[in-house]
């Protein structure tokens, strides 16, 4: 759908007026395209301890690493840090440097989780890296983001795949995020993988197909039977297949099983992605209403997870994701019943993690304001504040949610695990 407003304030008038009178300013995100150069500027990268394995990591990946006027990207290591005043080291090589970060530039902050911190103050110290990198992800212009990589003990070989990713356009739309890394056993090697992508016949569904094939995956495009003919165009385009199934059926998660097994042997990536809303306030609502969410929403994935798990049709090394909400996190007016699945997915996920085998993991996609027909339904007002209530003033696209996806889907990324992952472009919703 068209950001009107976007628009106008990309325009000649709009450039004049807008910073007059104090206005939301959105900046023309960085998105991937192929042979695109990964930064716009050498990665400036300084602190302590991982600075050397990330340096060889990004030479390997063909970053740029030094000094010079302009960063494509900031990267600290503040794992190192002891207690609350070597937090100045922090504020010493970040502060001069993101004046000199290009547009769509990136600040990432590398730490010790706190739990992994037996000693109290340097626990405290790592902790204080949250503030800093929201801070600085509500500060930084142009669409510039921040993050923060919580790295856990041994886990620095496995860290490649999340700053390939933070570090590149296909985070643009990704900001304040916390993200934890741990040790990632040797897997299989990637070799043909099968994706399953329920709800894939439009929107964000849709546009995690087309990205999980072109990273390679033959995907099983899923949804509805009535949403037959889009889910064919979407699957045809992905040069992938079809499954026409209610996930809510009573058959369904055998039906999905047998379908995978028989089809593919199996299947590595699996994205629960359907779902629906039924808004109205929590006096108003019908028993049907808050059932009906709840069943695709949450109960639905659950079925479908304990089949796939337990008959090992998710075969090793495997990946779930699950797409949660912001409305999760936050609560939304009108909202309970989704509210609710969307929490209960977070909490799906958490619980889930500990569970899984050495290599198997879990993690969710919370999308904030994306520009979709769901979205598109919502009144001018209020959609209008959905989409400026956040650092970058815009809302995200499907593909950016499908980009996040797509990194947690990866191979490379073994050592996320139970992560819950925003992609609202640090939406003041729930922050
Ligand atoms: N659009 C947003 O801004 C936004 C924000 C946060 C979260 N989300 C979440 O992202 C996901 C996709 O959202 P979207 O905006 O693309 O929605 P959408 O309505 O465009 O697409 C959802 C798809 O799920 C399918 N589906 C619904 N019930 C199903 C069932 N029982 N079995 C199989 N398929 C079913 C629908 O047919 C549809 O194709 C949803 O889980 C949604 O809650 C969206």
Redesign the pocket.
């Known amino acids: 759908m068209t950001d009107r407003y976007a628009r106008f304030a990309a325009s000649r008038a709009g450039r004049a007026v807008v910073p007059r009178l104090g206005l939301p300013d959105p900046p023309p995100l960085r998105r991937h395209s192929p042979g695109q150069p990964p930064l716009e500027g050498p990665v400036l990268l300084g602190g302590g301890p991982l600075v050397a394995p990330v340096a060889a990591l990004l030479r390997v990946d063909g970053y740029e690493v030094g000094t010079g006027e302009r960063y494509g990207a900031v990267v600290f290591d503040a794992s190192g840090l002891a207690d609350s005043g070597e937090l100045r080291a922090l504020y010493e090589f970040v502060h001069p440097a993101t004046r000199a970060l290009a547009p769509c530039g990136r600040l990432v902050v590398l730490g010790a989780p706190p739990e992994s911190c037996p000693q109290p103050r340097r626990a405290t110290a790592q902790r204080a890296l949250e503030g800093f990198v929201r801070s600085a992800g509500k500060e930084l212009r142009r669409g510039a983001t921040a993050q923060l990589v919580y790295v856990a003990p041994g886990a620095e070989g496995a860290l490649g795949s999340t700053l390939r990713f933070l570090l590149s356009a296909r985070s643009a739309y990704v900001s304040g995020q916390v993200v934890r890394v741990g040790p990632a056993p040797v897997g299989p090697p990637p070799g043909d993988r099968v994706a399953l992508v329920?709800?894939?016949?439009?929107?964000?569904?849709?546009a995690i197909a087309a990205v999980l094939a072109r990273d390679g995956a033959h995907v099983v495009c899923?949804?509805?039977p009535?949403?037959g003919a889009?889910?064919a165009a979407v699957a045809n385009r992905a040069g992938g297949s079809t499954l026409q199934?209610?996930?809510?059926?009573a058959a369904?998660p055998d039906a999905l099983a047998a379908h995978l097994a028989d089809r593919h042997g199996g299947v590595d990536v699996v994205v629960?992605?359907?779902?629906?809303?039924r808004d109205r306030t929590l006096a108003r609502m019908s028993a049907a209403e808050w059932d009906t969410v709840l069943?695709?929403?949450l109960s639905?994935q659950e079925r479908i997870n304990d089949v796939l798990l337990g008959e090992k049709v998710l075969r090793e090394g495997g990946r779930l994701v699950a797409?949660?909400?912001?409305?999760g996190i936050a609560g939304n007016v009108g909202q309970a019943n989704?509210a609710t699945s969307?929490a209960g997915v977070i909490g799906l996920v958490h619980a889930l993690a500990p569970t899984l085998p050495a290599g198997t993991t879990v993690n969710a996609v919370?999308?904030?304001?994306?520009?979709?027909?769901?979205?598109a339904s919502i009144p001018l007002l209020i959609r209008e504040a959905g989409r400026r209530m956040n650092s970058l003033s815009q809302?995200?696209l499907?593909v950016d949610?499908a980009e996040t996806v797509a990194w947690l889907a990866a191979p490379g990324s073994g050592g996320v695990t139970g992560n819950v992952v925003r992609v609202c472009g640090q939406s003041l919703l729930g922050a």
């Open positions: 329920t709800g894939a016949a439009r929107g964000i569904g849709a899923l949804d509805v009535a949403a889009d889910l199934l209610d996930i809510t059926g369904a629960h992605n359907a779902g629906i809303i069943d695709v929403n639905a797409v949660s909400s912001i409305a989704y969307k919370a999308p904030g304001f994306i520009e979709t027909r769901l979205t809302g995200g499907p949610v």
